[in-house]
Antibody, heavy 116, light 106 residues
Framework: EVHLLDSGGALVQPGGSLTLSCAAS????????MNWVRQAPGKGLEWVST????????YYADSVKGRFTISRDNSKNTLHLQLNSLRAEDTAIYHC?????????WGQGTMVTVSS | DIQMTQSPSSVSASVGDRVTITCRAS?????LAWYQQKPGEAPKALIY???SLQSGVPPRFSGSGSGTDFSLTISSLQPEDFATYFC?????????FGQGTKVEVK
């Protein structure tokens, strides 16, 4: 059974930094592209970033480009998202998601709140 | 960017009803997925590449369409189907979602 455990969310001040992590199990992690998708409170879904199975290619939403960095460690079956220069509008639940063209399995999410 | 527009934004229905949700893309696409989300839960994948059911999804769910116009149909609404549904295009980056359709109890 696929299991994605998101962690690292916290309350952080505007301009601050944070690292989110996702521990994957139940599938061959290195065979799948991975993503982060976020959902602001009471709002819809917003794709944030994708990393290919070997980490060779990364893609970002314009809203986070230059501030967020996605990475993966296939030896540890983990996915990361480094969040820098955080803004109030980054407040959301961040989900780790397996897939490339579609998002097949979702973690429960970790809450990031940006507020002073 | 490819814009995804869902309609309606909400629909009131009863158990046993047939419910159809539409999704329109701002340009032609071939990879369209649908998700179901219940309050307090992560989204669940229902359909990929327009009409293929994810493993374990009941056959009362079906997807169809081509080009720019797509739909998700629930043939006979069950109590567990009251939720919000999102479409998503996977043809190009940035990946984009529709704004969601809430299926509510009539």
């Amino acid at each position: 059974e696929v299991h994605l455990l998101d962690s690292g969310g916290a309350l952080v001040q505007p301009g601050g930094s944070l690292t989110l992590s996702c521990a994957a199990s139940g599938f061959s992690f290195s065979d799948y592209a991975m993503n982060w998708v976020r959902q602001a409170p009471g709002k819809g879904l917003e794709w944030v970033s994708t990393i290919t199975l070997d980490g060779g290619h990364t893609y970002y939403a314009d809203s986070v480009k230059g501030r967020f960095t996605i990475s993966r460690d296939n030896s540890k079956n983990t996915l990361h998202l480094q969040l820098n220069s955080l803004r109030a509008e980054d407040t959301a639940i961040y989900h780790c998601v397996q897939g490339y063209s579609s998002f097949d399995f979702w973690g429960q999410g970790t809450m990031v709140t940006v507020s002073s | 960017d490819i814009q995804m527009t869902q309609s309606p934004s909400s629909v009131s229905a009863s158990v046993g009803d047939r419910v159809t949700i539409t999704c329109r893309a701002s340009q032609r696409i071939s990879w369209l997925a649908w998700y179901q989300q219940k309050p307090g839960e992560a989204p669940k994948a229902l359909i990929y590449v327009v009409s293929s059911l994810q493993s374990g999804v009941p056959p009362r769910f079906s997807g169809s369409g081509s080009g720019t116009d797509f739909s998700l149909t629930i043939s006979s609404l069950q109590p567990e189907d009251f939720a919000t549904y999102f479409c998503q295009q996977g043809n190009s980056f940035p990946r984009t979602f529709g704004q969601g359709t809430k299926v509510e109890v009539k």
